[in-house]
């Protein structure tokens, strides 16, 4: 069964900050894919990344980078520099591509980030 | 490309009415959609996955009775909450699995609907 675990229910920071937001995950398959949704407080969800089992390069996005540990089934997200505009709720989730029903998302919990000036 | 739409964004409904919640796939066509449940403060809970031209498949707990979910064409999937009460108040979030899509597994989802019922 899949799970995935964002142990930090809410983070606050001052803005020009950086903070890290963190994601564990298990599986018991060796192709997966993990994901970071941005939803902000009019509720839409914002994509941010995905990511395979198979790529553990790190990725950076301007102010935005994402570090992917297959040892630690980990795949932590950081915002370097925060900005008031980063304040949101974030979601780690995991989806199996064995699954058979068609590729459904866990998420996490979620992590409340409140970004003040 | 790639966009979800519901209807409606929000609504406001007395107990033991139903509601019917729109989701479309905009600019392609969505063999599979999910419905998601989101209560206030928590996260996303997978309530059914629904595929064109055949019955929803529904998660563990979530009444089949109570929402009835009709993927009809390619890119429309509806939900209906039947007989709602205020326990049923929540966002309502749907997403669509691009065919093929070079992710293989990524959803695109709608801007959600609120459902509050008096």
């Known amino acids: 069964a899949q799970k995935v675990t964002q142990a930090q229910t809410e983070i606050s920071v001052v803005e020009k900050e950086d903070v890290t937001l963190d994601c564990v995950y298990e599986t018991r398959d060796t192709t997966y894919y993990l994901f970071w949704y941005k939803q902000p407080p009019s509720g839409e969800l914002v994509f941010l990344i995905r990511r395979n089992s198979f790529d553990e390069q790190n990725e950076i996005s301007g102010r935005y980078s994402w570090n992917f540990q297959k040892s630690t089934s980990s795949f932590n997200f950081t915002i370097t520099a925060s900005q008031v505009v980063d304040s949101a709720v974030y979601f780690c989730?995991?989806?199996?591509?064995?699954?058979?029903?068609?590729?459904?998302?866990?998420f996490g919990g979620g992590t409340r980030l409140m970004v003040k000036p | 490309g790639a966009v979800v739409s519901q209807h409606p964004s929000w609504v406001i409904c007395k107990s033991g009415t139903s509601v019917k919640i729109e989701c479309r796939s905009l600019?392609?066509?969505?063999?599979?959609m999910f419905w998601y449940r989101q209560f206030p403060k928590q996260s996303l809970m997978l309530m059914a996955t629904?595929?064109?031209?055949?019955?929803?498949?529904?998660e563990q707990g979530v009444e089949k009775d109570k929402f009835l979910i009709n993927h009809a064409s390619l890119t429309l999937s509806t939900l209906t909450v039947t007989s709602a009460h205020p326990e049923d108040s929540s966002f309502y979030i749907c997403s669509a699995r691009v065919p093929g899509g070079a992710g293989n597994n990524e959803q695109f989802f709608g801007p959600g609907t609120r459902l509050t019922v008096l």
């Open positions: 989730a995991l989806s199996e591509a064995s699954n058979n029903a068609g590729n459904m998302l866990t």
């Open positions: 629904s595929n064109e031209g055949s019955k929803a498949t529904y």
């Open positions: 600019d392609f066509q969505a063999t599979t």
